[in-house]
């Protein structure tokens, strides 16, 4: 499966932004999906994840409450809504694909297919 990522930008603090994540390949609904980012210095880490159906997500401590996770698997698409932004939410922001069948992961390295990043950066 590709994944490209998209929706990212500059943002004041409380801004919201939408990330959109589509892609093409193989069935999407066979894929449990999750976003990831990286900011500078800083290794990647976890923010969100969705299983195949869309019925259960899981969040980053740091992001709950905040953002939402969602996807349509007729569109081959995961988006994030991404809420009351924090300058320290700055990050290049990554969707990811597992394709193994087991439950949602909240580590990169269970992840195996991965898209290109979008910048996300909010200003204070």
């Known amino acids: 499966v590709q994944l490209q990522a998209s929706g990212g930008g500059l943002v004041q603090a409380g801004g919201s932004l939408r990330l959109s994540c589509t892609a093409s390949?193989?069935?999407?609904?066979?894929?449990?999906m999750g976003w990831f980012r990286q900011a500078p210095g800083k290794e990647r880490e976890f923010v969100a994840g969705?299983?195949?159906?869309?019925?259960?997500?899981n969040y980053a401590d740091s992001v709950k409450d905040r953002f939402t996770i969602s996807r349509d698997n007729a569109k081959k698409a995961v988006f994030l809504q991404t809420n009351s932004l924090k300058p320290e939410d700055t990050a290049v922001y990554y969707c990811?694909?597992?394709?193994?069948?087991?439950?949602?992961?909240?580590?990169?390295?269970?992840?195996?297919?991965w898209g290109q990043g979008t910048q996300v950066t909010v200003s204070s």
């Open positions: 990811a694909a597992d394709a193994n069948w087991g439950p949602l992961m909240n580590y990169g390295g269970a992840f195996q297919y």
């Open positions: 390949g193989r069935t999407f609904s066979d894929y449990n």
């Open positions: 969705i299983t195949r159906s869309g019925k259960i997500t």
